[in-house]
């Protein structure tokens, strides 16, 4: 019976450091994308509650001022963060999409948050399934082939992203667009489901 020979410290930590790596990066990567994936698929993003600090005596004033609040929470700052997931899908594309010009990974990248904001209004269940989709497919291609990703052409598109401004401050006024419009036409459903029960009561 063959017996291996000696076992060393230094043998181990060289063959156990690596996986000891890739377990770390795993599962940063893992929680990060489960933690923003969840908070991108909400319906409402966040909790950011001014309107505790309206105390105005005047109904009319205090209306106004729960509409500014409404504009700058849903119109201004809710787009800008789905415009920052935005970038950070694009990033994880540029390292997926091998060879891809990077005018398409940007319409695909916007297409799929944009697809996430209008499923999110419909159900959060299937927002939150495509949100993960792509992030975690990247992590499946890197476990598969490691040698998948060239980190240099990758960093070579991203750094093509500056000549391109112009395109990007479209994709923010469209998504500023389309949360705005998912908003408006929410709230008018939720004005008219009520109607309807009393009309089938």
Same mark, same amino acid.
């Given at each position: 019976?063959?017996?291996?020979?000696?076992?060393?410290?230094? /043998?181990?930590?060289?063959?156990?450091?690596?996986?000891?790596?890739?377990?770390?990066?795993?599962?940063?990567? $893992?929680?990060?994308?489960?933690?923003?994936?969840?908070?991108?698929?909400?319906?409402?993003?966040? /909790?950011?509650?001014?309107?505790?600090? =309206?105390?105005?005596?005047? $109904?009319?004033?205090?209306?106004?001022?729960?509409?500014?609040?409404?504009?700058?929470?849903?119109? +201004?700052?809710?787009?800008?963060?789905?415009?920052?997931?935005?970038?950070?899908?694009?990033?994880?594309?540029?390292? +997926?999409?091998? /060879?891809?010009?990077?005018? =398409? @990974?940007?319409?695909?990248?916007?297409?799929?948050?944009?697809? @996430?904001?209008?499923?999110?209004?419909?159900?959060?269940?299937?927002?939150?399934?495509?949100?993960?989709?792509?992030?975690?497919?990247?992590?499946?291609?890197? @476990?598969?082939? $490691?040698?998948?990703?060239?980190?240099? =052409?990758?960093?070579?598109?991203?750094?093509?992203?500056?000549?391109?401004?112009?395109?990007?401050?479209?994709?923010?006024?469209?998504?500023?667009?389309? /949360?705005?419009?998912?908003? @408006?036409?929410?709230?008018?459903?939720?004005?008219?489901?009520?109607?309807?029960?009393?009309?089938?009561?």
């Amino acid at each position: 019976m063959y017996i291996p020979g000696d076992f060393t410290l230094s /043998e181990g930590y060289g063959l156990l450091s690596p996986i000891l790596l890739y377990v770390a990066g795993m599962v940063i990567y $893992a929680v990060f994308i489960f933690k923003f994936y969840r908070f991108l698929a909400r319906k409402d993003i966040f /909790e950011l509650d001014l309107q505790k600090y =309206n105390t105005l005596r005047f $109904a009319f004033l205090r209306k106004t001022v729960r509409a500014i609040i409404h504009v700058f929470k849903f119109v +201004l700052f809710l787009p800008i963060l789905v415009f920052l997931w935005f970038g950070g899908l694009t990033v994880l594309l540029v390292f +997926l999409a091998k /060879e891809q010009p990077i005018e =398409n @990974i940007l319409l695909v990248s916007l297409t799929v948050v944009s697809s @996430i904001r209008v499923t999110a209004y419909y159900t959060e269940d299937l927002s939150k399934d495509l949100a993960k989709m792509l992030p975690f497919a990247l992590l499946g291609v890197l @476990i598969v082939d $490691a040698s998948y990703f060239s980190l240099w =052409n990758s960093i070579g598109v991203l750094l093509k992203l500056i000549s391109m401004w112009k395109i990007l401050v479209y994709y923010l006024v469209f998504l500023i667009i389309l /949360e705005l419009a998912l908003k @408006i036409v929410s709230h008018v459903i939720r004005l008219i489901r009520p109607k309807r029960s009393e009309e089938l009561s």
